[in-house]
Nanobody, 123 residues
Framework: QVQLVESGGGLVQTGDSLRLSCAAS????????LAWFRQAPGKERKFVAA????????YDDDSVKGRFAISRDNDRKTVFLQMNSLNADDTGVYYC????????????????WGQGTQVTVSS
């Protein structure tokens, strides 16, 4: 069992940066692949980035490539999403998710989800 709690969201201007954190509880955190998804108002939840259980592989959606970076600290049981050069299209609720399996872009692959943190980018 893994519980996930996101933080770090907020209201920022176009071009600003934010760092999201997702703190986990549970003894098996280090064995889970982790991911970030986001959901804009009125739209489906979409993949942002994922990272393998030991952090040696990561994957980004093309929409955030070169701007966002996912990382994890297994000692602190935390996964991060560094977001740079934010624009209005990045607005949405950001969720972290965990799975026993391989890191994936499909939300159906993830069993555990946080409650989300709101990111709003104004122009």
């Amino acid at each position: 069992q893994v519980q996930l709690v996101e933080s770090g969201g907020g209201l920022v201007q176009t071009g600003d940066s934010l760092r999201l954190s997702c703190a986990a509880s549970g003894r098996t955190f280090s064995l889970h692949a982790l991911a970030w998804f986001r959901q804009a108002p009125g739209k489906e939840r979409k993949f942002v980035a994922a990272i393998s259980w030991n952090g040696d592989r990561s994957y980004d959606d093309d929409s955030v490539k070169g701007r966002f970076a996912i990382s994890r600290d297994n000692d602190r049981k935390t996964v991060f999403l560094q977001m740079n050069s934010l624009n209005a299209d990045d607005t949405g609720v950001y969720y972290c998710a965990a799975t026993w399996g391989q890191a994936a872009a499909d939300a159906a692959a993830y069993k555990y989800w946080g409650q989300g943190t709101q990111v709003t980018v104004s122009s």
